[in-house]
C-alpha cells in the first residue's frame, strides 16, 4: 500500500538530497513506463544538464522541476519505489528509469507491479496534460492550514456516503485508503457505516482533526509498511507508522480505548477493523 504519508516521504527525502543536482543522463529502461518509445526518447533526450529546481507533489504524483521549464511527472501506483543509489550499485531486474546526476550518484525507479509511469511536460501545462489532477479532492498536507473544519464540514455534509467510502475516495480526499482509513474512523470514535450527513458538528469536528493528525504521524514515522506491502523510502528503508496503528489487522486484540477486543467485518470487499464499544 503506497499511500499519501509513502508519497510525501519519498517527496521530502528526493527534495532534500536532489534538489539543486545536475542531471548528467536519463535512461528509460522500459519504454513502457513512458508511455511508448516516441515519450521515451522525448523524456531522455534535452534534459542532460539542466538542474532540479524542486520536488513537489500534486496527489500521489511526484513532480520534479527542472531548469529548462520541464517537469518530470512519476506516479509510482501501487508497487512502484524510488532508490537514491551510486552509480555502479547492482541492477534491479524492475528498474524502469535511471537519473544520472553528475555528482552523487543516481535516482532509479523500479516497479514491482507495472503500475508506474513517468511523463514529461512543459511545467507550464502539467494541469492542462493531466485534467485528473483536478478532480483530486483534499489534500490532508498542503490543505491542513488553509481548510478548517467548518470549511469540511460543508465539503463532507455535501457528500451523502459511508464514512470510509468517502475516505477511500481520491475524490474527496487524496491518499488515504483502506489502512489509514481504519486509523481515522477510530481516533475520531466513528463507525466505518456512518453516513457523511448524520454526524453532529463535534463529529465533524473530531473527523478533520483525526484525517491531519493521523497522516501528519504517518509522515512523521516515515510511512507503514505491512506484511505485503512493497513501500520503502529512497534508501531502501521502510517506515515504522504501523508500529503506532491502533486497529488496523489487530482484530482480537484488545483496544488502547475500551479494552475490549478489536473485531473485523468485510465492507467493500475487503475487511474494515474497529472497536464496537468506542466507535458509534
Given at each position: 500500500m503506497i499511500q499519501l504519508p509513502e508519497i510525501e516521504t519519498i517527496r521530502r527525502d528526493l527534495e532534500r538530497d536532489c534538489v539543486g543536482k545536475k542531471i548528467k543522463s536519463i535512461e528509460v529502461v522500459k519504454a513502457k513506463v513512458a508511455g511508448g518509445p516516441k515519450s521515451k526518447s522525448a523524456i531522455e533526450k534535452g534534459q542532460e544538464q539542466t538542474k532540479v529546481e524542486s520536488v513537489g507533489r500534486i496527489g500521489k504524483y511526484l513532480l520534479f522541476e527542472l531548469s529548462n521549464e520541464m517537469t518530470l511527472a512519476i506516479g509510482l501506483g501501487s508497487g512502484g519505489q524510488i532508490r537514491r543509489v551510486p552509480n555502479k550499485a547492482g541492477m534491479d531486474a524492475k528498474t524502469q528509469l535511471i537519473i544520472t546526476f553528475t555528482q552523487t550518484g543516481q535516482m532509479r525507479l523500479i516497479d514491482h507491479v507495472g503500475e508506474a509511469f513517468v511523463t514529461l511536460h512543459e511545467t507550464s501545462e502539467v494541469?492542462?496534460?493531466?485534467?485528473?489532477?483536478?478532480?483530486?479532492?483534499?489534500?490532508?498536507?498542503?490543505?491542513?492550514?488553509?481548510?478548517?473544519?467548518?470549511?469540511?464540514?460543508?465539503?463532507?455534509?455535501?457528500?451523502?456516503?459511508?464514512?470510509?467510502?468517502?475516505?477511500?475516495?481520491?475524490?474527496?480526499?487524496?491518499?488515504?485508503?483502506?489502512?489509514?482509513?481504519?486509523?481515522?474512523?477510530?481516533?475520531?470514535?466513528?463507525?466505518?457505516?456512518?453516513?457523511?450527513?448524520?454526524?453532529?458538528?463535534?463529529?465533524?469536528?473530531?473527523?478533520?482533526?483525526?484525517?491531519?493528525?493521523?497522516?501528519?504521524?504517518?509522515?512523521?514515522?516515515?510511512?507503514?509498511?505491512?506484511?505485503?506491502?512493497?513501500?520503502?523510502?529512497?534508501?531502501?528503508?521502510?517506515?515504522?507508522?504501523?508500529?503506532?496503528?491502533?486497529?488496523?489487522?489487530?482484530?482480537?486484540?484488545?483496544?488502547?480505548?475500551?479494552?475490549?477486543?478489536?473485531?473485523?467485518?468485510?465492507?467493500?470487499?475487503?475487511?474494515?477493523?474497529?472497536?464496537?464499544?468506542?466507535?458509534?
Open positions: 494541469i492542462d496534460d493531466k485534467p485528473e489532477l483536478l478532480e483530486l479532492g483534499i489534500d490532508p498536507i498542503e490543505h491542513s492550514q488553509r481548510i478548517t473544519w467548518g470549511d469540511f464540514a460543508h465539503y463532507l455534509q455535501s457528500r451523502k456516503a459511508k464514512l470510509k467510502t468517502l475516505l477511500v475516495d481520491d475524490s474527496f480526499v487524496i491518499g488515504i485508503g483502506p489502512m489509514y482509513a481504519d486509523e481515522i474512523l477510530f481516533a475520531a470514535g466513528l463507525r466505518y457505516d456512518r453516513f457523511s450527513d448524520s454526524l453532529t458538528t463535534n463529529e465533524v469536528r473530531r473527523l478533520w482533526q483525526s484525517i491531519v493528525q493521523t497522516i501528519y504521524d504517518a509522515v512523521k514515522y516515515r510511512g507503514s509498511s505491512i506484511e505485503g506491502s512493497l513501500y520503502v523510502d529512497t534508501n531502501g528503508e521502510i517506515g515504522s507508522f504501523q508500529d503506532h496503528h491502533s486497529v488496523f489487522e489487530k482484530h482480537g486484540e484488545l483496544s488502547p480505548r475500551s479494552r475490549k477486543p478489536i473485531v473485523r467485518s468485510k465492507f467493500g470487499g475487503i475487511w474494515t477493523y474497529y472497536c464496537e464499544q468506542s466507535q458509534v
